[in-house]
């Protein structure tokens, strides 16, 4: 289902489908500016921009390829599944990105550069290239999550 009410707040997780597979987009927002973060970690200034890189850069209208994340159904494989069943063998585990860097950094004075933390959903500036270990809340740069499987 397309998204009809554009006014999506900052944390707001959508969903899409393309060639069988489910992916998430969360909104960001920064100084009034919204952002759009993929699972890879890449940022993108309009759903379209991060349907486009989902779909390996087709062109595609971002309103109506993502839905509220609840709207979208799960792969057969996960519906199959039974409530309460054990984990198949092999459940993989990934490192999350908490941390990222925004790709606009104006008005960040010379030597210093703006994060985003994207548990705390907040932007944040620190003095120095290198990614900081955490967000000034304590939020650690990556934090372990487990994959679903597919």
């Known amino acids: 289902?397309?998204?009809?009410?554009?006014?999506?707040?900052?944390?707001t997780v959508l969903a899409g489908?393309?060639?069988?597979?489910?992916y998430e987009c969360l909104v960001l927002e920064s100084d009034g500016m919204k952002a759009y973060s993929l699972e890879d970690g890449t940022i993108h200034r309009s759903p379209s921009a991060a349907a486009?890189?989902?779909?390996?850069?087709k062109a595609v209208n971002g309103w109506r390829f993502w839905?509220?994340?609840g709207e979208v159904e799960e792969n057969s494989v996960q519906?199959?599944?039974a409530p309460g069943a054990a984990k198949p063998e092999g459940v993989a585990t990934k490192t999350m990105k908490v941390i990222k860097h925004v790709p606009n950094q104006k008005g960040v004075a010379e030597g210093w550069k703006k994060w985003w933390c994207s548990a705390c959903m907040k932007a944040f500036v620190v003095?120095?290239?290198e990614?900081?270990?955490?967000?000034?809340?304590?939020?650690a740069a990556e934090a372990r999550d487990e994959l679903s499987v597919t």
């Open 1 to 11: 289902m397309a998204i009809e009410d554009r006014n999506l707040g900052a944390g």
């Open 67 to 69: 839905s509220p994340a």
């Open 79 to 81: 519906q199959a599944k």
């Open 131 to 139: 990614t900081p270990a955490a967000c000034p809340e304590g939020h």
């Open 17 to 22: 489908r393309y060639k069988g597979m489910r």
């Open 52 to 57: 486009s890189k989902v779909m390996g850069g």
């Open 127 to 129: 003095e120095g290239m």
